[in-house]
């Protein structure tokens, strides 16, 4: 049994280290320590270094303690592969990205951000022009929806004059002014001549007609809504009175690869009440020739006609010089219908539209500038309506030659708010102070005059309520013991 052991023992000495020589590769080596180029680890791997842009390869072997290396992994810059044979790492290789030089990283800074931005372009810019499109079918859709939908044959308008097209089509049937058709035809055959003023709602340009002439106002596109309402209103409603700007077309037209608002109406050559005051002086008949036609077309607004062929009532809610023109036969129109509100009694449904624009501050009645106005109630717009009277009434008072004095054109309020007030500036002087344009005088001189400027001081009530009605301006008006009150009455 001793001798049995002992040759047991013996063998194993012999053969453990065998086995663990066996698990020793020889491997070529290239790196410190090497022997004649090789060397005997558990492992053989080659080591690929980058460097300041140069590349550093190395080949050798692991020995047991260092096998935590071996693994085909990038550590900072240095790759490692690793292999289990006799000298088989002669022939392995490593294939890595040759890495990107400096320029060519700083390119695709720049190219990549670039690339997104013009696709978020390219997709706004197809955003936008697809709502583009919407809206102006949408806009198509609605003026369709406001005007005579019978297929008229547009050719009648070629042989006919603009007043036997009003004739025709105004003064029969509802009331509603031109059927679709022939509005968008007269309009597409209209040729603008010269601009004739601008403002913040846009251009009105002097157009030509069949050889009449034709004011073509053109609104801004962040001003669509009051040409919508300005159509809606006069497709809708009987608004022929010889004192209310006469509508003749709208239309939706593209010129110059962009989409122009065209209302189209009479042409006068005085231009706005504004504008004819600079330039020209009136006598006390001609300030109330002014006058009258003015309120009469005010009245004609505000008055609810019932019928088949009736109309809502209507305030203007903007009146002031510059939205009033003078015809040749020294009688005023009111134009700009932009913020008009509609009530009917039959339905009790106040109409107030949907334009987010609001009044000319410098004509605000109180009750707007401190905002007690009641906005549910339709005779509160009429009340504004006749506070803006007032003022208009002041500015043709002042031009009016009394005793050969007159004075020179000044706008309300123009001695204690700047050229362009804010609406603070407004409601500090209106409401807080409670100032009212200064009446001269020599005004009460006059008979005329005298008449008008008490009418004035009645439309400037702070209360809303105390003021005169234009219905009650009206019959006042025609009272009065003068030469010039040849007006219908029914005016």
Not at 132 to 150: F, P, Q, V, Y
Not at 355 to 368: C, D, F, H, L, Q
Not at 437 to 456: C, E, F, G, Q, Y
Request: charged share 20%; net charge neutral.
């Amino acid at each position: 049994m001793l001798q049995g052991g002992s040759w047991f023992f013996s063998m194993a000495i012999l053969i453990i280290p065998t086995c663990l020589a066996n698990d020793l590769w020889q491997c070529i080596c290239d790196g410190p320590g090497c022997t004649q180029d090789t060397c005997r680890g558990r492992k053989c791997f080659v080591t690929i270094e980058n460097a300041d842009g140069f590349t550093k390869q190395t080949k050798g072997c692991f020995s047991e303690h260092l096998m935590e290396q071996c693994k085909s992994t990038v550590q900072g810059t240095a790759t490692t592969k690793c292999c289990d044979a006799d000298m088989c790492n002669g022939n392995l290789t490593i294939h890595q990205a040759e890495p990107d030089p400096p320029a060519k990283k700083q390119l695709q800074l720049i190219l990549i951000p670039l690339l997104v931005i013009l696709l978020l372009l390219l997709l706004v810019t197809v955003y936008f022009c697809r709502a583009r499109w919407h809206h102006r079918k949408r806009l198509l859709t609605r003026l369709h929806e406001l005007g005579d939908t019978d297929m008229l044959k547009a050719s009648i308008v070629g042989d006919s004059t603009l007043g036997d097209l009003l004739d025709d089509y105004c003064t029969t049937g509802s009331g509603s002014g031109l059927p679709f058709l022939v509005q968008r035809t007269v309009a597409r055959q209209i040729t603008l001549v010269e601009c004739v003023g601008k403002g913040r709602y846009g251009e009105v340009w002097r157009g030509i007609w069949q050889g009449e002439n034709v004011a073509v106002k053109i609104f801004s596109s962040r001003d669509e809504q009051s040409w919508f309402r300005e159509t809606e209103i006069y497709n809708t409603v009987l608004l022929r009175h010889e004192n209310i700007l006469g509508f003749i077309a709208s239309d939706m037209t593209s010129r110059n690869s962009s989409t122009q608002l065209w209302l189209i109406t009479h042409y006068h050559e005085s231009g706005s009440l504004y504008e004819y005051l600079q330039r020209t002086t009136v006598d006390p008949e001609g300030c109330l020739w002014l006058a009258l036609s003015i309120i009469c077309g005010l009245v004609h607004l505000h008055v609810e006609i019932f019928g088949t062929q009736g109309k809502p009532a209507i305030a203007h809610r903007d009146l002031k010089s510059r939205n009033i023109l003078v015809k040749k036969n020294k009688q005023c129109c009111i134009a700009d219908l932009g913020l008009a509100v509609m009530h009917s009694q039959t339905s009790d449904y106040l109409d107030i539209g949907n334009n987010p624009r609001v009044g000319t501050k410098r004509y605000m009645a109180p009750e707007v500038l401190d905002e007690t106005i009641r906005t549910d109630s339709f005779e509160s717009y009429k009340q504004t309506d006749v506070w803006a009277f007032g003022l208009v009434l002041w500015e043709i008072a002042r031009r009016t030659v009394i005793n050969g004095m007159v004075e020179e054109y000044k706008p309300p309020f123009f001695d204690v708010v700047p050229s362009d007030p804010s609406f603070e500036d407004m409601k500090k002087v209106v409401c807080t102070d409670q100032q009212r344009p200064r009446i001269p005088n020599n005004w009460h001189s006059d008979t005329i005059v005298s008449a008008l400027a008490k009418i004035m001081k009645e439309c400037w009530y702070q209360s809303p309520s105390a003021r005169l009605t234009a219905l009650r301006i009206k019959k006042t008006l025609h009272k009065l013991n003068s030469p010039v009150n040849n007006f219908k009455e029914e005016c």
